[in-house]
C-alpha cells in the first residue's frame, strides 16, 4: 500500500520556532526500497518515529493507503509496520528466544501464546540471521551489535508488509553489515517496502533503492541511487571530501 506524506512539519517541543521537519512531501510507493540520507540531527531518525506512529504530525498528515496513518489501532499497526529503533529499551533478564516470540504476536489474538509454529519461525530467523547461539542467553548478556541484530530479526519475524530501520547497521561488523543487507535485498524482492536511515550512502547503491537526501529538516533531493548518489550530488550536504571511489589512489573495500 502506498504512504503519502503530505506538507509534514513536527516539532518535538510545540512552543519552539523552528521545526524538526518541515514541509516533507514523500511518496513511499508499495514494494520500494528508500534509504534516507543526511547529517546527523538533519531528521532521519523523527521521520522513521513518525511513520511508525510515535510521534505526530504537528502539520500536515500521512496517509497509509488512503486513510490517516494515526487513527490505525496499535494491534492493527503492527500487522503493517515492523520498527528497529536506533536505540532499544530492552529488558534485560528476558532472553532472546522469549523476545523474538513477541514479533509473531501481531499475527495472534490477544489471549494467546506463540507456539509450535510461531517458535519454529523465531528458530528459522535467528538462524538465518546467525543469531541461533544466542537464543538461550538474556538480552543483558550479548553485545551491542548481536542486540542490534536481534532486533532486525525481530522485525522480521513479524513479516510486515513496511520495515522502518533506524541505522539498523551501525554497530555490525563488515560480516554483518553484508548479511543484514543481502537479507534486506531479499526481503524487497519479496514485494515488502523497506525505509531505512543510514550514514553510508553506497547501501543505496547495493540496494538499488530510492534516496531521500535530507538537509536541516527538508528534503533536499529525492531520486534513484544511481542519480543521486555521486560525489557532485553529495558533496553540498556531506562537504567537499566526498569523491567516487575511482578518484581515490586505492581499491576501495566494498560488498559486492
Ligand atoms: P537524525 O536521525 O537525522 O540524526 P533526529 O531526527 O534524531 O536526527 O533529530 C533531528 C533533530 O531533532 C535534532 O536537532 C535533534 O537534536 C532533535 N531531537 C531529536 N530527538 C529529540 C527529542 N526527543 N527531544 C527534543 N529534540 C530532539
Redesign the pocket.
Known sequence: MNIKISNLSFK??KKATKT?LNSINLEIKPGSVNVLL??????????IKLLAGLEKPFEGTIEYDGGNLQTIRIRERAKIFAYVPQQANVTNDIPVRQYLSYGTTNTLAFYEHPGKEEMERVEATAERLNISHLLDKNLGEISGGELQIVLIACSLIQNTEILLLDEPTSALDMKNQNLVLSILKEVAKQGKTIIL?SHNPNYALYLDSNVVL?HDGVIRDEGSAKELIKAEKLKPIYGDHMCASNELGYEEISFK
Open positions: 518535538y517541543d524538526v543526511g547529517l546527523n540531527g538533519c531528521g532521519k531518525t523523527t521521520l536511515s535530507i
